[in-house]
T-cell receptor
Framework: AQKITQTQPGMFVQEKEAVTLDCTYD???????LFWYKQPSSGEMIFLIY??????QNATEGRYSLNFQKARKSANLVISASQLGDSAMYFC??????????????FGKGTHLIIQP | EAGVAQSPRYKIIEKRQSVAFWCNPI?????LYWYQQILGQGPKLLIQ????????DSQLPKDRFSAERLKGVDSTLKIQPAKLEDSAVYLC??????????????FGPGTRLTVT
């Protein structure tokens, strides 16, 4: 079974609108972390935001926020006031286990977001 | 601080040839990862090092792939012999930050491998 599911292969959004990118995850570990990365056409992976499973509040970083619904195993990324430069691939990822031990990330298949002027 | 460095950026080889990629992580980062990203997919972890020891290589095709991090700093990933399905971008990442970036893996620019 897939551990990270991103159901939107592609999205077109008008500039300045808000965008929600969906991500659901599957784990039986009570301790885990959820990440969102942006990958522009140039190829680099850019870290956007992190949410720990025990965090009480939803994470926010500037225009990015993470809508964390633990019971539904959902970690959607919300981008407010989208900009043309937001056009890129977006990946949701998870790390399982206690934070004390760094582990590799399991990535979803990504969502290709295109912002239209 | 300087980012994660990788070389070469691009490589084209024929099947059955060998190839090696190099990665230099951010200074002081103890954990280093190699990921394989096939076109249209998310990155897949190949191997994780903690200093110069292997922590997880469960997804590394060991019959053809090898990796080392002898002095606990830079690392090399080798493929020998290459197959057509090895065509991908190979991403190196490092981790070991402090403060608000405690959970962040920093990625290098990647090496795009084409096997013909």
């Amino acid at each position: 079974a897939q551990k990270i599911t991103q159901t939107q292969p592609g999205m077109f959004v008008q500039e300045k609108e808000a965008v929600t990118l969906d991500c659901t995850y599957d784990t039986s570990d009570p301790s885990y972390g959820l990440f969102w990365y942006k990958q522009p056409s140039s190829g680099e992976m850019i870290f956007l935001i992190y949410q720990g499973s025990y965090d009480q509040q939803n994470a926010t970083e500037g225009r990015y926020s993470l809508n964390f619904q633990k019971a539904r195993k959902s970690a959607n990324l919300v981008i407010s006031a989208s900009q043309l430069g937001d056009s890129a691939m977006y990946f949701c990822a998870m790390r399982e286990g206690h934070r004390g031990g760094a582990d590799g990330l399991t990535f979803g298949k990504g969502t290709h977001l295109i912002i239209q002027p | 601080e300087a980012g994660v460095a990788q070389s070469p950026r691009y490589k084209i080889i024929e099947k059955r040839q060998s190839v090696a990629f190099w990665c230099n992580p951010i200074s002081g980062h103890a954990t280093l990862y190699w990921y394989q990203q096939i076109l249209g997919q998310g990155p897949k972890l190949l191997i994780q090092f903690q200093n110069n020891g292997v922590v997880d290589d469960s997804q590394l095709p060991k019959d053809r792939f090898s990796a080392e991090r002898l002095k606990g700093v830079d690392s090399t990933l080798k493929i020998q012999p290459a197959k057509l399905e090895d065509s991908a971008v190979y991403l190196c990442a490092s981790e070991g930050g402090q403060g608000p970036n405690l959970y962040e893996q920093y990625f290098g620019p990647g090496t795009r491998l084409t096997v013909t």
